[in-house]
Each structure stands twice: as structure tokens, then as C-alpha cells.
Nanobody
Framework: QVQLVESGGGLVQPGGSLRLSCAAS????????ATWYRQAPGKERELVAS????????NYADSVKGRFTISRDNAKNTLYLQMNSLKPEDTAVYYC?????WGQGTQVTVSS
């Protein structure tokens, strides 16, 4: 069946970096805008970053601008999120989305 599978989460110290990946399968990933969301404990799910189908345009939440970079490789059916200068408030489960499909999430914890 259709899958979006995130990877790359983990525990990192404040100021550190992580790169999340989201591998898409069994649908035409390159046709759709793709988005990273996150949800922290006790909070609503929020948009982190989004990228158009061809990768030509991106947008970011104000809280991550200048620190996170979204990208995609349509030849590999993969979405990425490079996260630099991580802060404790970035701690959340990160989800990828394309069209109506969602991944299962990957935990990112920023803590010393």
C-alpha cells in the first residue's frame, strides 16, 4: 500500500543538527506538494515547512526560518528536512505529508 516512512530522528544536544528523511512509495510523489509537520506533547500539530511538487518554492514556520531547510529528490521519491541550531522547543514528533498520505512520525528530542 501507499507509504510514507520517516527516519533520522533521535536525541541531540541544543545547537546540534539532524536530517530527517521521508521515503514515499506506491504513489506518484513528484505530483504533490510535500510538507513536514510536528507535534509536541500537549500541543496541536503545526506546519514546519512545505515544498512544491517540483521543489521550486518553499515556505517555513517563523519559528524555524533560517535554521531548517526542506528539500526533495523526486528521482528517489524522498523528502528531507535539514535541521540546524536545534533548540529544546523543537522537540516533537515530526511527520511528513504528501497529498492525503501521512507518515508514522519520527521523534526528535533536543536536550542536554
Amino acid at each position: 500500500q501507499v507509504q510514507l516512512v520517516e527516519s533520522g530522528g533521535g536525541l541531540v544536544q541544543p545547537g546540534g543538527s539532524l536530517r530527517l528523511s521521508c521515503a514515499a512509495s506506491r504513489f506518484t510523489f513528484s505530483n504533490y506538494r510535500a510538507t513536514w509537520y510536528r507535534q509536541a506533547p500537549g500541543k496541536e500539530r503545526e506546519l514546519v515547512a512545505s515544498i512544491t511538487s517540483g521543489g521550486g518554492s518553499t515556505n517555513y514556520a517563523d519559528s524555524v526560518k533560517g535554521r531548517f531547510t526542506i528539500s526533495r529528490d523526486n528521482a528517489k521519491n524522498t523528502l528531507y528536512l535539514q535541521m540546524n541550531s536545534l533548540k529544546p522547543e523543537d522537540t516533537a514528533v515530526y511527520y511528513c505529508n504528501a497529498y492525503v498520505y501521512w507518515g508514522q512520525g519520527t521523534q526528535v528530542t533536543v536536550s542536554s
